[in-house]
């Protein structure tokens, strides 16, 4: 059963750019959660998807970033107009259904570098 | 809002020996899991135990165990027979099971640095 993946390792964007960010599942799981590690930092909560549905978005930034998981393909992080401050590695987790959603797997994230 | 504190940003130790990283946690709910997280050099992050809130017992896997005190709000991860290998970020994690789908989100603490010295 292949872990949760996770495309492209590395994302070198200039500022001003779109950054979309892919998270494939683990098979079985229809719960997505994203993260964001920033230098010297802990992973902070940013969103939490089912399939075509946003549970909490309680961490996500208010303007250009947003968020998707669609019934069919990845969840996909979309970052536009990427700034300096973007610069961060991105953590996508996922979880099965039912009453083991505590249990997340990560993948092994997506390191954005903004020039 | 629940916090997670360590207060070891880094912390050493020599192979084959014992180490012990700290954490405490800020909160008013009752039902809880706690997990300690590991991440390596190459940055994937890797569950190395869980404890839930409501079970006295204290968590083991292998090598790793956990002191679990509810009421200091206290969850720390002690090492036995540190290998090589151990040396990693190691992150505390919080997430509360009180209704509703949207609290399944983990909070993290800032994250202990352990070295394992040959």
Not at chain 2, 36 to 47: D, V
Request: include cysteine; charged fraction near 20%; glycine fraction near 6%.
């Amino acid at each position: 059963n292949a872990g949760v993946m996770q495309n492209p390792r590395h994302l070198v964007r200039r500022r001003g750019q779109e950054a979309r960010l892919r998270c494939s599942p683990m098979k079985g799981h229809s719960h997505v959660y994203w993260y964001r590690q920033l230098p010297e930092e802990g992973l902070k909560f940013m969103v939490y998807l089912q399939k075509e549905n946003i549970i909490d978005e309680s961490g996500m930034p208010k303007e250009r970033f947003s968020a998707e998981f669609p019934k069919e393909g990845p969840s996909i992080l979309r970052i536009q107009q990427v700034v300096r401050g973007d610069s961060a590695a991105y953590f996508c987790a996922s979880s099965p259904r039912g009453l083991v959603v505590h249990e997340q797997y990560f993948g092994p994230g997506t390191r954005l570098t903004v020039t | 809002a629940q916090t997670v504190t360590q207060s070891q940003p880094e912390m050493s130790v020599q192979e084959a020996e014992t180490v012990t990283l700290s954490c405490t946690y800020d909160t008013s709910e009752s039902n809880y899991y706690l997990f300690w997280y590991k991440q390596p050099p190459s940055r994937q992050m890797i569950l190395v135990i869980r404890q839930e809130a409501y079970k006295q017992q204290n968590a083991t896997e292998n090598r790793f165990s956990v002191n679990f005190q509810k009421a200091a709000k206290s969850f720390s991860l002690k090492i036995s027979d540190s290998q090589l290998g151990d040396t990693a970020m190691y992150f505390c994690a919080f997430m509360k099971l009180s209704g509703g789908g949207s609290n399944y989100k983990l909070t993290f603490g800032k994250g202990t640095l352990l070295t394992v010295n040959p």
